[in-house]
């Protein structure tokens, strides 16, 4: 489809219009923000549109159809995918050897391990392998609870950055402000670099990278703009 508008506009209820007329997701259900930047933002992605519509162009729009369509029609059983990263989380499987790869992992690793198992009073399982072995109960029902209070948008931004990085924990922390971005990319992305380091760069792997590093991107800064609003009550609050 090309553009067909001249205007984009944003609504009393935070509704994206074009010319006057309300943006629908593919199903039929209103685009409606939950945030003043996040609406800015989704509605800057419609203005950028030149010629025709490329959906990879527009990933804000994207994760938020995904919050209104798919998460709110059962946010439980959304919510319920995403915990189930804590029973095989990346940052819990560790390797045997080289020692520099051991030392590596326990340095980026054991930071977020230490901040989740403090802010939800868990216990993790640190496995040497790859075979998995499972976690307490109390750590995965208390993780889940953590997941399952967010609103379907923060669960819609959360999702990515949990499946490309392979780690629930990784993910709270950057959600919360306990981790920057930049942290959690280099966390989740510790083994590749390790193999790269040693073995030379794959140009394919690299492409699959940018990829995954694109979405991450959109997602972070998908959250980013939902919690701005609370941000900012939560500071006139001080």
């Given at each position: 489809m090309k553009r067909f508008w001249?205007?984009?506009?944003?609504?009393?209820?935070?509704?994206?219009?074009l010319d006057g007329k309300p943006v629908r997701t593919p199903?039929?259900?209103?685009?409606?923000?939950?945030?003043?930047?996040?609406?800015e933002a989704v509605a800057d992605e419609w203005?950028?549109?030149?010629?025709?519509?490329?959906?990879r162009a527009m990933p804000l729009t994207g994760l938020a159809?995904?919050?209104?369509?798919?998460?709110?029609a059962d946010p439980a059983l959304f919510a319920a995918t995403i915990a189930a990263y804590a029973e095989s989380d990346l940052?819990?499987?560790?390797?045997?050897?080289?020692?520099?790869?051991?030392?590596?992992?326990?340095?980026?690793?054991?930071?977020p391990?230490?901040?989740?198992?403090?802010?939800?009073?868990?216990?993790?399982?640190?496995?040497?392998?790859?075979?998995?072995?499972?976690?307490?109960?109390?750590?995965?029902?208390?993780?889940?609870?953590?997941?399952?209070?967010?609103d379907p948008f923060e669960l819609a931004g959360l999702s990515p950055i949990v499946t490309i990085t392979g780690s629930?924990?990784?993910?709270?922390?950057?959600?919360?402000?306990?981790?920057?971005?930049?942290?959690?990319?280099?966390?989740?992305?510790?083994?590749?670099?390790?193999?790269?380091?040693?073995?030379g760069i794959d140009p394919l792997a690299v492409q699959a990278r940018e990829v995954r590093r694109a979405e991450f991107d959109a997602a972070v800064r998908f959250l980013h703009l939902r919690q701005a609003a609370d941000e900012a009550d939560h500071s006139a609050l001080a």
């Open positions: 001249q205007d984009v506009g944003i609504d009393a209820e935070r509704g994206i219009r199903g039929r259900l209103p685009l409606v923000l939950p945030t003043d930047a996040l609406a203005r950028r549109i030149v010629g025709e519509i490329d959906p159809n995904a919050a209104i369509e798919r998460v709110t940052l819990c499987y560790r390797a045997e050897q080289p020692v520099p790869l051991v030392e590596r992992q326990a340095e980026l690793w054991n930071p391990l230490a901040w989740a198992s403090q802010r939800y009073d868990v216990h993790f399982a640190i496995i040497a392998g790859i075979i998995h072995q499972p976690q307490p109960d109390a750590t995965i029902e208390r993780l889940a609870v953590a997941v399952a209070v967010r629930l924990v990784l993910g709270l922390a950057l959600m919360e402000g306990a981790m920057e971005a930049e942290t959690v990319w280099a966390a989740a992305n510790l083994d590749e670099d390790w193999q790269a380091e040693q073995w």
